[in-house]
């Protein structure tokens, strides 16, 4: 089973954090105290925010990141000139990629720390299967104007953007965004916001036709639907020889097969084996049937090259390559992180156990007999 939530949770606990199950849907929040009294500037935290991710030298990557105004916020700049009387967060929308694993919390991460480490608090996180889908966060220096980051992912449907949360599943058209422009927030010529281009094409994606029309309540989104699209699959893969199977080697197992939905095992065949010095007692089929019988994993097969760790990955859509931490940092290994997408995991290998002390404590044993 697949941990809704990933092992690196951004709001981290404490005495204030309130945490939702639904399933699928993991919410942790704290209460946000606002003083509406307190005469809301939303452009000021808005010039923050856009300042703040504009700045491409504030990321690792050297890149600013894949940032566009929300539907709200794009409403107030197309019809309003500025934000809708009342609405007094401000909707930011990142795009990710999604590689099936959690590369894309580095991104989201970053931008959280960094809008941390500039007098914002986070307040709200919701991961869907694990992925971070939003994360908002008050500005204390403005009277805690929520900015309201919603992160949408490219490569799970084609030509769009996905973003779940637990009552809507959002399809954005990727052209709306691919060809977002950067523009001047009516007002403030030094807030550059990125804007969904053509922006009426936007606003008729979300409201409908009507969109220059002020309503009290925004019509039910066209596109919200309940959750229909099942994420793909996290795929886990390992490798190994699994001679005269024993603890260590189901602790791997079962250890791999919780970090994903899939257990993919490649058993070293007995060529490879014989290549490698290694001489097991028990034949390839043998090995794999030991493995197949246990019914942890989805897929056995005979691993006969040594060279096809890139097209395993590729043909199962591996997120992570798993073993045991004698192979920490080993080059076979090593030399297919980031392949694909894939991320290496070592695991604690089992103290006091392995097929070589098992072989010669038998041979010990028949040699006394
Ligand atoms: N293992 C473990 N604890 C043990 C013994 C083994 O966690 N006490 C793990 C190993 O780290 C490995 C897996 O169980 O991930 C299979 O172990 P071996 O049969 O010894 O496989 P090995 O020959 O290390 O195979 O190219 C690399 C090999 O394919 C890895």
Known sequence: MFSNLPARVMLPDGPDVEHFDYGRVQIRRIRRRVDPMNGLTPEVTLRRAATLLNDRHHYASGAAPNWWIGVGTALGFAREGGFIAGDTDVDIRIGLDYAGNEAAFDTASEIVALFKRHGFR????????????QTALADTINNDVAVDLNYFYAGISDGHYVHLNDQTFRKKPRRLVDGKQ???????????????????DYLVWRFGADWRV????????PGDQPCLLPLPKVTV?????????????????????????????????????????????????????????LGIADEVFVQRELDQKERDIE????????????????PRFEHVRGYKGVEIVYLPRTPDISSTQIRETTAAHEAAE
């Not at 869907?128 to 889908?133: H, K, Q, T, V």
């Open 122 to 133: 986070q307040y709200r996180e919701l991961y869907w299967d694990g992925r971070i889908m």
């Open 182 to 200: 950067a523009m001047r927030w009516p007002g403030h010529d030094d807030v550059i916001v990125n804007v969904p281009h053509p922006v009426e």
């Open 214 to 221: 002020p309503q009290a309540k925004a019509p039910v989104f």
């Open 237 to 293: 893969l390992t490798y190994g020889t699994f001679d005269l199977f024993h603890h260590g080697h189901l602790r791997l197992l079962e250890r791999a097969h919780a970090m994903g939905d899939q257990l993919i095992v490649g058993v070293v065949s007995d060529e490879l084996c014989a290549i490698k010095g290694k001489k097991p007692c028990q034949d390839e089929n043998e090995r794999a049937d030991a493995i197949r019988g």
């Open 315 to 330: 043909r199962f859509g591996v997120s992570y390559l798993v073993v045991g931490d004698d192979w920490k940092d080993h």
